[in-house]
């Protein structure tokens, strides 16, 4: 544990640059798709209803004769959408919580902590559906329901990190050249957790991802007419002995960028997790 | 008769050499001590012998044990001659035992694979090697973490010599251990293998450790053995100038003035006590230990004051309170005459003003994520009127030309760094507030001995220049020797002995003293002993 | 992994060689396997809403006063004939004989009475109470003549007596047929295994013809994967209404099944709230009417299968016109319509239960208003709130729903219905239809009210939800249409 | 195991199910929509429905509505559901017949398939068996369960007709309930096996690094041995970790599962009573669930002290 981010100088991290390679394609057809798909992606022709590839469909068209490829490409901005504010709704009250908690300690630490306990035990699906009940459904409940769940977790991540880093030595350093608490949790604390944050937000990235997809497929989350991956799943399954092509894109398109964020998110601990790397040392 | 021979042996791992040619002959019941600085290649020798080097290792040259060569050697065959011909022990007692299973089953598991007993029977044999090692009293029920550093370190030794093996390799058995402790581990090691017969490789990165045990000393740097010799001719026949200068770094004392006229003191602890309380959910602990108990302390400017003590002592616990790190339960501060209470702000930034500290581990001192310039800033302005960027630039170029190290590291990062130069930085933080007294705990004891040389040279330099008073905290009496005036010998939380450092360390008065003084190896005594017997 | 999957696979050729190694009998089956969308709550038509209690029990288990036939028509049930006076006012039932329930009771007009009066009290749960309303008075008059006293004249009072709110309870056992049904049929419950199926089997003891069935499993299979692969592999013989239009096209094209598109009463219709502006102006509503493409609605929704309706009446049932005609699909003049009510830029609010039918017009309703510069945000809701906030608080712009009643028209003549559309013109001429028995007299008024309800274009009339019955080639018996939501398996039976 | 230990986590179970109980009984009464207008449908009148509400006992305060809950859950009453009028037990009693067997196989089917594989994995440590394992594990763990399962159901069912795609025949029907239930079985446990594989790789290849393993080693233990005897055990303890966790995941899983397949199971209750809006069955049934899980994770907590003498306190 001799340095908690020593930068590796290895350029041989395989699953680094793969994920990297996989996350930029989604995050760039995301990116495309605000501007410009091949067709509009909510424009219905009736009389194409469910036609296979062709030149102007390449991957057809669903029951209502959308071109399912404009579907999919719109369906990667709306669900890394939801997934980022996800993630920065978890980031922006876990790490506080877990820094605060960290760097009090005591009673309020044991509650911080006890009460992060309990939004784990409730199943975030139960909890959308409540949620669901309670706004009625659309993308900012899925947004908040996974939301809640990055809290904890990343509450946790800070909160452990942040309890080991308490005691190194730099620290009291800081202590010692009169800094008070919270200068240190900002200058010194936050920065070295930081990486630890990165890679987690990359894992509750895909994990968001999943999420949004089971959510908009039980027509709990992203509603129509905005197209959205875990919808396309939710419209091709009763579709599946006629058009089984309607539910492998979607599909195909979520495994695709979750094994990207994966493959990243790994990628990026064996660089910067120096749990993984303290025997070689 | 020759037991082991290791015949120009190479290894190399990934492309990095890791064994150049090592070439080194043990003879039977013989203890010889390999010794050499960190990354030197000696503990891959012993894991060499063991055959048990990491995977992908490639390696050329023989290893010959009592005439078989060990290279050669078929898995199957390899593990028998483990644990039965070739005991090993490991540096950390801490991670050597599996924490899941009870330090008898751990023992008695070698009789069972070497000697095919059963386990009630393995287990009577297991009482009977622990009774061996010392632990008499110690049930073989217990688990690792219900023992001490020493007792896990006996069990060790225990496993490794349960089946009376013809060689027992100790890779730095003792580094992890107090000195007493350590004193005691070399004479369990020591009358072992005298009582069994058996050969010592004893690894050890401290020459005094080795020169009070070993019959032959072998010196290894990157990779190859450079200097060899009977112990009682060694010390005086030196020819490669690596040896030479290890054994000189290993003895050196830094040039520096003994106080001479002693003024009033500017810093004053009286009846320092710190409680430490187990948490417990229902009520206050009934007996909070005391880590440290009504001490007292005065120090006055320019002096040296050494403070040692094994782990546990409070040492660490006193010098936290010092710096107001941490609340006293009972007891006062006084700096320049003026009492004052760490709890409140501003008598803690006062007193941090006047009273900084240097790190033992020079890896962990510095925020990896900050440049040296930037963690050595810190202090400016929260401890000091704010200081323009100039300025600041200009306190640590001349800072960091004091300590011997070129402005621009005040750009790098921690990891761009040496040890030895991390500590020089660390020391010019601590200067940076200009503070009359800096607490030093265990400043060298991560260094290996030619830095912690040029460090213990510098430190006296500096203290010459800025006429700030030291506080060293350590456990090595040698060192103690070297840089102190003064020395309080703490004990259970308790000053149990002070005075003069010299007089202290020749005439213990408290019993405890006495024990540390006996059981630290004082490397130029014995080699003044050993040529005194040549 | 793969020695795994061997395993597995090699477990299910076992199975599946010792199932087809049961002896074939010659004889034709007497089971019927049906598929059922949804699970009923209970199974008390008295006491529940919820269509798929009617469609299990209706018939097979509790039997009513009258009763539908397969077209619409209303048969005689426990009451063999019946009198009606002159002034229409007064009904004397003559009950059958010798008819007693699955627990022995015998049935006869206290029975008939006790029955009819729980669902008219005022503590009564009944969820069609309306039905009721008109009844004055019921008397027995001998164990076998019943004579009921009506407020006025009305004229579906029989068709009312043969809606499974409807059916005949005794009084020992009417409180504890939520889970221990005990009623007339030929058929008895045998056992509800919550979740999955409902058995029913032959009543030994029934007064009437004997079923060709011995037992009747209701399995509740919802999921339309799940059903298509249950119909295929023949664990279901038969799904009255099977619940994905999409796989009707695979079922049409295999011969080893019968594939019926037939009539509901679902008239699925874009509800509007006519006190709300701009839907209180004609024209707006009219846009909206023209602006929807009921053909691509239909389409798109229910894979070309529902049938459009241009107002709010079946075209199976008595007196229908067909009104589908009177506002064609036209966006220009859809915008043309706005722009002269002075509307732009209208945003509403689309509200969607959670049938598929719902949601999926939705979309293309959606879609389709956009391009006549109706900006419309859908909202998903579940039936809960949809009672609540749309039904009951009449708190929306639009919604989509299918109202299943049959003939309903008197909706619109309620005061305080959701619709909003407190039409005193509307009233008279729906209080004229209620009073009048004549047949050729009511078809008259209930073309005309057709005629008023589209004219005001009260809501846009889409389609007739489709039933879509697919089952065994080998079965027959079953209902084509439904002119209620049930399933009277009394005259199903297996073809050699 | 030290009593002060074994008191405070008590206590924080009790606290957590407390709170626990506390925020269901909360959430389900802000919950829109009134069950007695689901049950009575469209032609209901206000009378018939204020009716069934007095029946059903929704007139009354929240507070004693809570109160009377939550005793009764302690005396092992559920309360009776709105819909189904049967004792809510029973009906979970019923769901159970197929969720738990379900969790079952699912938890059984991710032990088999990980702990092997994972062990396996990590004893050819960068061998091409090692890396395949590896990216078929990365592809599992990104492959969405119910997409894992329709795609299932797309060969399994559709394609190859060998599987039921879907409903649940019964126990009584014998081994074609277990058929029933091996397709969602697969669903459920192959991607928590894919994550169960790649911790059980990465716990036990940092086990094998640990200085003791090596000190079994010197002993003369061979690989496998010392593979065996000290590092397998030590190996378990993230892993139970995780399994502590999959827990709580295999509980939603079922949620989603148990549609696709239309398994009449807790999680198919659950969806459906609250489209009903059957507040007894939902809280009490979800009240269970979350139970379940605080305790499942109350006995990781005691499974750690039994694996690892550490935490059972010095004797």
């Known amino acids: 544990m001799s340095a908690l981010t020593r930068p590796s100088s290895s350029a041989a991290h395989p699953s680094l640059w793969f994920g990297a390679a996989m996350t930029a394609i989604v995050v760039l057809i995301a990116l495309v798709s605000l501007v410009w798909t091949p067709q509009d992606p909510t424009a219905m022709e009736m009389t194409q209803r469910l036609q296979g590839p062709s030149a102007l469909h390449w991957l057809g068209t669903d029951r209502f004769g959308r071109d399912v490829l404009s579907m999919a490409m719109a369906g990667a901005a709306i669900s890394l959408q939801v997934s980022f504010v996800a993630i920065a709704f978890g980031m922006a009250l876990g790490v506080p919580l877990g820094l605060f908690a960290a760097m009090r300690g005591g009673v309020l630490d044991e509650a911080a902590m006890r009460m992060s306990d309990l939004i784990f035990a409730f199943p975030a699906l139960l909890t959308a559906i409540m949620l669901r009940e309670l706004f009625g459904p659309g993308a900012l409940n899925a947004m908040i329901a996974i939301g809640i769940f990055n809290v904890p977790v990343f509450a946790r991540v800070t909160y452990g990190a942040a309890l080991s880093l308490r005691t190194r030595d730099f620290v009291t350093a800081s202590r010692l050249a009169g800094k008070s608490e919270t200068l240190i949790a900002l200058d010194h604390i936050l920065p070295n957790v930081l990486p630890l944050l990165i890679v987690q937000a990359t894992i509750q990235l895909s994990l968001g991802i999943l999420a949004e997809a089971a959510l908009s497929y039980m027509g709990l989350g992203v509603q129509p007419p905005a197209p959205s991956w875990g919808r396309m799943l939710n419209d091709a399954q009763t579709l599946m002995a006629v058009a089984p092509r309607l539910a492998l894109v979607p599909g195909l398109c979520i495994v695709f960028t979750v094994l990207g964020l994966n493959l990243l998110g790994d990628g990026l601990r064996d660089k910067l997790d120096p749990r993984l790397r303290r025997r070689q040392a | 008769m020759t037991l082991l021979v290791l015949d120009d042996l190479v290894a190399t791992l990934d492309g990095a050499a890791l064994l150049r040619g090592v070439n080194l002959r043990v003879a039977q019941g013989e203890i010889v001590g390999l010794v050499g600085e960190s990354g030197s290649g000696k503990s891959m020798t012993a894991l060499a012998i063991m055959q048990l080097l990491p995977e992908r290792t490639a390696s050329t040259g023989q290893i010959l044990f009592g005439g078989r060569d060990l290279t050669q050697t078929a898995e199957a065959a390899m593990c028998a001659i483990r644990g039965r011909d070739i005991g090993l022990i490991f540096q950390e007692p801490m991670t050597a035992l599996n924490p899941l299973k009870t330090v008898g089953d751990q023992i008695a598991e070698s009789f069972m694979l070497h000697e095919?007993?059963?386990?009630?029977?393995?287990?009577?044999?297991?009482?009977?090697?622990?009774?061996?090692?010392?632990?008499?009293?110690?049930?073989?029920?217990?688990?690792?973490?219900?023992?001490?550093?020493?007792?896990?370190?006996?069990?060790?030794?225990?496993?490794?010599?349960?089946?009376?093996?013809?060689?027992?390799?100790?890779?730095?058995?003792?580094?992890?251990?107090?000195?007493?402790?350590?004193?005691?581990?070399?004479?369990?090691?020591?009358?072992?293998?005298?009582?069994?017969?058996?050969?010592?490789?004893?690894?050890?990165?401290?020459?005094?450790?080795?020169?009070?045990?070993?019959?032959?000393?072998?010196?290894?740097?990157?990779?190859?053995?450079?200097?060899?010799?009977?112990?009682?001719?060694?010390?005086?026949?030196?020819?490669?100038?690596?040896?030479?200068?290890?054994?000189?770094?290993?003895?050196?004392?830094?040039?520096?003035?003994?106080?001479?006229?002693?003024?009033?003191?500017?810093?004053?602890?009286?009846?320092?006590?710190?409680?430490?309380?187990?948490?417990?959910?229902?009520?206050?602990?009934?007996?909070?230990?005391?880590?440290?108990?009504?001490?007292?302390?005065?120090?006055?400017?320019?002096?040296?004051?050494?403070?040692?003590?094994?782990?546990?002592?409070?040492?660490?616990?006193?010098?936290?309170?010092?710096?107001?790190?941490?609340?006293?339960?009972?007891?006062?501060?006084?700096?320049?005459?003026?009492?004052?209470?760490?709890?409140?702000?501003?008598?803690?930034?006062?007193?941090?003003?006047?009273?900084?500290?240097?790190?033992?581990?020079?890896?962990?001192?510095?925020?990896?994520?900050?440049?040296?310039?930037?963690?050595?800033?810190?202090?400016?302005?929260?401890?000091?009127?704010?200081?323009?960027?100039?300025?600041?630039?200009?306190?640590?170029?001349?800072?960091?030309?004091?300590?011997?190290?070129?402005?621009?590291?005040?750009?790098?990062?921690?990891?761009?760094?040496?040890?030895?130069?991390?500590?020089?930085?660390?020391?010019?933080?601590?200067?940076?507030?200009?503070?009359?007294?800096?607490?030093?705990?265990?400043?060298?004891?991560?260094?290996?001995?030619?830095?912690?040389?040029?460090?213990?040279?510098?430190?006296?330099?500096?203290?010459?220049?800025?006429?700030?008073?030291?506080?060293?905290?350590?456990?090595?009496?040698?060192?103690?020797?070297?840089?102190?005036?003064?020395?309080?010998?703490?004990?259970?939380?308790?000053?149990?002995?002070?005075?003069?450092?010299?007089?202290?360390?020749?005439?213990?008065?408290?019993?405890?003293?006495?024990?540390?003084?006996?059981?630290?190896?004082?490397?130029?005594?014995?080699?003044?002993?050993?040529?005194?017997?040549? | 992994m793969i020695r795994l999957l061997t395993k597995a696979c090699l477990a299910l050729v076992l199975v599946t060689a010792s199932v087809a190694m049961a002896p074939l009998s010659a004889a034709p089956r007497t089971d019927l396997n049906v598929g059922m969308r949804l699970e009923p709550p209970h199974l008390d038509p008295t006491a529940g809403a919820a269509a798929a209690i009617g469609e299990i029990v209706y018939a097979n288990l509790f039997e009513g006063l009258t009763r539908m036939a397969a077209d619409g028509a209303i048969k005689p049930g426990l009451a063999e004939s019946w009198t009606v006076s002159p002034d229409g006012k007064v009904y004397t039932f003559t009950l059958r004989k010798g008819v007693t329930f699955h627990d022995g009771t015998p049935f006869d007009a206290a029975v008939a009475k006790f029955a009819l009066d729980r669902a008219r009290a005022s503590d009564s749960v009944n969820p069609q109470k309306g039905l009721f309303e008109p009844i004055e008075a019921v008397e027995v008059i001998d164990p076998a003549t019943l004579k009921v006293t009506l407020k006025r004249p009305t004229g579906a009072f029989l068709f009312n007596l043969a809606w499974p709110a409807a059916v005949m309870v005794a009084p020992q056992s009417a409180a504890d047929n939520k889970t221990k049904p005990i009623g007339t049929g030929p058929f008895k419950l045998d056992r509800w295994a919550k979740g999955s199926q409902v058995d029913l089997v032959r009543h030994p003891n029934y007064w009437g013809a004997k079923p060709a069935l011995n037992k009747?499993?209701?399995?509740?299979?919802?999921?339309?994967?799940?059903?298509?692969?249950?119909?295929?592999?023949?664990?279901?013989?038969?799904?009255?209404?099977?619940?994905?239009?999409?796989?009707?096209?695979?079922?049409?094209?295999?011969?080893?099944?019968?594939?019926?598109?037939?009539?509901?009463?679902?008239?699925?219709?874009?509800?509007?709230?006519?006190?709300?502006?701009?839907?209180?102006?004609?024209?707006?509503?009219?846009?909206?009417?023209?602006?929807?493409?009921?053909?691509?609605?239909?389409?798109?929704?229910?894979?070309?299968?529902?049938?459009?309706?241009?107002?709010?009446?079946?075209?199976?049932?008595?007196?229908?016109?067909?009104?589908?005609?009177?506002?064609?699909?036209?966006?220009?003049?859809?915008?043309?319509?706005?722009?002269?009510?002075?509307?732009?830029?209208?945003?509403?609010?689309?509200?969607?239960?959670?049938?598929?039918?719902?949601?999926?017009?939705?979309?293309?309703?959606?879609?389709?208003?956009?391009?006549?510069?109706?900006?419309?945000?859908?909202?998903?809701?579940?039936?809960?709130?949809?009672?609540?906030?749309?039904?009951?608080?009449?708190?929306?712009?639009?919604?989509?729903?299918?109202?299943?009643?049959?003939?309903?028209?008197?909706?619109?003549?309620?005061?305080?219905?959701?619709?909003?559309?407190?039409?005193?013109?509307?009233?008279?001429?729906?209080?004229?239809?209620?009073?009048?028995?004549?047949?050729?007299?009511?078809?008259?008024?209930?073309?005309?009210?057709?005629?008023?309800?589209?004219?005001?274009?009260?809501?846009?009339?889409?389609?007739?939800?489709?039933?879509?019955?697919?089952?065994?080639?080998?079965?027959?018996?079953?209902w084509e249409n439904a002119p209620l939501p049930v399933n009277d398996f009394t005259a199903v039976r297996w073809r050699d | 195991m030290s009593p002060l230990w074994l008191l405070r986590r008590i206590a924080g179970l009790l606290f957590?199910?407390?709170?626990?109980?506390?925020?269901?009984?909360?959430?389900?009464?802000?919950?829109?929509?009134?069950?007695?207008?689901?049950?009575?449908?469209?032609?209901?009148?206000?009378?018939?429905?204020?009716?069934?509400?007095?029946?059903?006992?929704?007139?009354?305060?929240?507070?004693?509505?809570?109160?009377?809950?939550?005793?009764?859950?302690?005396?092992?009453?559920?309360?009776?559901?709105?819909?189904?009028?049967?004792?809510?037990?029973?009906?979970?009693?019923?769901?159970?017949?197929?969720?738990?067997?379900?969790?079952?196989?699912?938890?059984?089917?991710?032990?088999?398939?990980?702990?092997?594989?994972?062990?396996?994995?990590?004893?050819?440590?960068?061998?091409?068996?090692?890396?395949?394992?590896?990216?078929?594990?990365?592809?599992?763990?990104?492959?969405?369960?119910?997409?894992?399962?329709m795609m299932l159901v797309l060969v399994f069912a559709i394609s190859w007709r060998l599987l039921p795609s879907g409903g649940f025949p019964g126990w009584s029907a014998g081994p074609s309930a277990i058929l029933a239930l091996i397709l969602p079985a697969i669903a459920l446990a192959l991607p928590q096996a894919a994550i169960l594989t790649r911790v059980m790789r990465s716990s036990l290849l940092e086990t094998l690094g640990e200085d003791y393993v090596r000190t079994a080693r010197a002993k003369g233990l061979t690989r496998a041995e010392a593979l065996r005897r000290h590092a397998f055990r030590n190996a378990l303890?993230?892993?139970?970790?995780?399994?502590?966790?999959?827990?709580?995941?295999?509980?939603?899983?079922?949620?989603?599962?148990?549609?696709?397949?239309?398994?009449?199971?807790?999680?198919?209750?659950?969806?459906?009573?609250?489209?009903?809006?059957?507040?007894?069955?939902?809280?009490?049934?979800?009240?269970?669930?979350?139970?379940?899980?605080?305790?499942?994770?109350?006995?990781?907590?005691?499974?750690?002290?039994?694996?690892?003498?550490?935490?059972?306190?010095?004797?």
Request: charged share 20%; glycine share 6%; net charge neutral.
């Open chain 4, 16 to 149: 957590a199910l407390v709170a626990a109980s506390a925020i269901v009984f909360v959430l389900m009464d802000l919950l829109p929509g009134d069950p007695a207008e689901i049950m009575l449908g469209t032609n209901a009148r206000p009378d018939t429905l204020a009716a069934l509400r007095a029946e059903m006992g929704l007139d009354r305060p929240a507070l004693i509505r809570y109160a009377d809950w939550a005793l009764g859950l302690l005396r092992g009453d559920f309360g009776r559901s709105l819909t189904y009028s049967v004792p809510v037990a029973e009906l979970v009693q019923e769901r159970l017949a197929v969720t738990l067997p379900l969790a079952m196989m699912a938890i059984a089917l991710t032990l088999f398939i990980a702990l092997p594989l994972g062990a396996f994995a990590a004893s050819r440590r960068k061998s091409l068996t090692d890396s395949t394992i590896i990216a078929v594990t990365q592809l599992g763990v990104a492959i969405p369960n119910f997409w894992f399962a």
């Open chain 2, 116 to 534: 095919g007993l059963a386990y009630a029977e393995a287990l009577d044999k297991t009482r009977a090697a622990m009774d061996r090692v010392g632990l008499a009293d110690i049930p073989a029920t217990r688990y690792p973490h219900e023992l001490s550093g020493g007792q896990r370190q006996r069990i060790v030794i225990a496993m490794a010599i349960a089946c009376r093996p013809k060689l027992i390799i100790a890779d730095e058995p003792t580094s992890a251990l107090d000195v007493t402790t350590q004193a005691q581990i070399l004479d369990l090691l020591r009358s072992i293998t005298r009582e069994s017969g058996a050969a010592l490789l004893l690894i050890s990165h401290d020459l005094a450790v080795v020169a009070s045990m070993a019959d032959r000393i072998a010196v290894m740097k990157d990779g190859r053995i450079v200097e060899e010799g009977a112990t009682r001719s060694f010390f005086g026949a030196m020819r490669d100038p690596y040896a030479h200068a290890l054994y000189e770094a290993s003895v050196h004392r830094p040039a520096r003035q003994p106080m001479m006229n002693k003024t009033a003191p500017f810093f004053v602890a009286e009846n320092c006590t710190r409680l430490y309380r187990k948490p417990s959910l229902f009520r206050a602990d009934p007996q909070p230990l005391r880590a440290v108990d009504h001490v007292s302390l005065a120090l006055s400017p320019g002096e040296s004051v050494g403070l040692v003590g094994e782990s546990g002592s409070g040492k660490s616990t006193l010098a936290r309170a010092l710096l107001g790190l941490d609340p006293l339960d009972q007891g006062t501060l006084t700096l320049d005459g003026v009492v004052l209470d760490p709890a409140r702000k501003q008598d803690r930034l006062r007193l941090r003003r006047k009273v900084q500290l240097v790190f033992q581990d020079p890896y962990s001192s510095f925020d990896p994520r900050r440049t040296i310039g930037w963690s050595m800033t810190e202090a400016l302005g929260h401890l000091t009127e704010p200081v323009s960027e100039s300025d600041k630039a200009r306190r640590v170029a001349a800072l960091l030309e004091q300590v011997g190290l070129a402005p621009d590291f005040a750009g790098r990062f921690p990891h761009e760094m040496s040890g030895g130069q991390r500590q020089r930085a660390a020391i010019a933080r601590a200067l940076m507030t200009d503070p009359e007294l800096i607490v030093l705990d265990e400043p060298v004891s991560a260094l290996d001995v030619s830095i912690r040389a040029r460090i213990l040279d510098l430190l006296a330099d500096l203290q010459a220049q800025h006429s700030v008073t030291y506080l060293f905290i350590t456990h090595d009496l040698t060192l103690l020797r070297a840089v102190t005036d003064r020395t309080l010998v703490m004990q259970k939380g308790k000053i149990v002995e002070e005075g003069p450092t010299a007089r202290l360390l020749d005439e213990p008065q408290h019993p405890y003293t006495q024990a540390l003084v006996a059981a630290s190896p004082d490397l130029p005594a014995h080699v003044a002993g050993l040529q005194s017997d040549v």
């Open chain 3, 216 to 478: 009747i499993s209701f399995k509740i299979i919802g999921d339309p994967t799940a059903a298509y692969a249950a119909m295929m592999a023949g664990d279901v013989d038969a799904y009255p209404i099977f619940p994905a239009n999409e796989n009707i096209p695979q079922f049409q094209a295999d011969k080893r099944f019968t594939v019926k598109i037939g009539n509901t009463e679902g008239k699925t219709i874009v509800a509007i709230n006519n006190a709300r502006t701009p839907f209180d102006d004609i024209r707006v509503r009219r846009a909206l009417a023209h602006g929807i493409d009921r053909k691509a609605v239909i389409d798109g929704a229910t894979m070309g299968l529902g049938k459009p309706i241009g107002s709010h009446y079946a075209p199976q049932d008595a007196g229908y016109v067909d009104l589908t005609g009177q506002y064609p699909y036209d966006p220009e003049k859809a915008k043309a319509l706005l722009k002269e009510a002075g509307v732009s830029n209208l945003k509403v609010k689309l509200i969607l239960p959670p049938p598929d039918y719902a949601r999926r017009s939705g979309e293309i309703i959606a879609a389709q208003l956009k391009k006549i510069g109706v900006e419309a945000e859908l909202v998903p809701v579940e039936w809960a709130q949809w009672l609540s906030d749309v039904f009951r608080g009449k708190n929306y712009d639009l919604t989509i729903i299918s109202h299943v009643e049959p003939m309903d028209l008197d909706i619109y003549a309620r005061d305080d219905y959701y619709f909003n559309y407190a039409n005193a013109d509307y009233k008279a001429l729906y209080a004229e239809l209620a009073a009048t028995s004549d047949p050729e007299k009511r078809k008259a008024l209930i073309e005309k009210a057709q005629r008023k309800l589209t004219d005001d274009s009260v809501n846009v009339f889409m389609f007739l939800l489709p039933k879509t019955g697919v089952w065994n080639a080998k079965l027959e018996g079953l």
């Open chain 4, 237 to 315: 303890i993230p892993v139970l970790t995780i399994l502590g966790l999959q827990f709580s995941f295999l509980i939603a899983g079922t949620v989603v599962i148990e549609n696709v397949f239309s398994l009449p199971g807790l999680g198919r209750l659950i969806f459906q009573a609250i489209n009903q809006r059957d507040l007894v069955v939902v809280r009490s049934v979800v009240m269970l669930l979350i139970a379940s899980i605080i305790v499942i994770n109350f006995c990781v907590d005691l499974a750690y002290a039994l694996v690892d003498p550490r935490l059972r306190g010095r004797s």
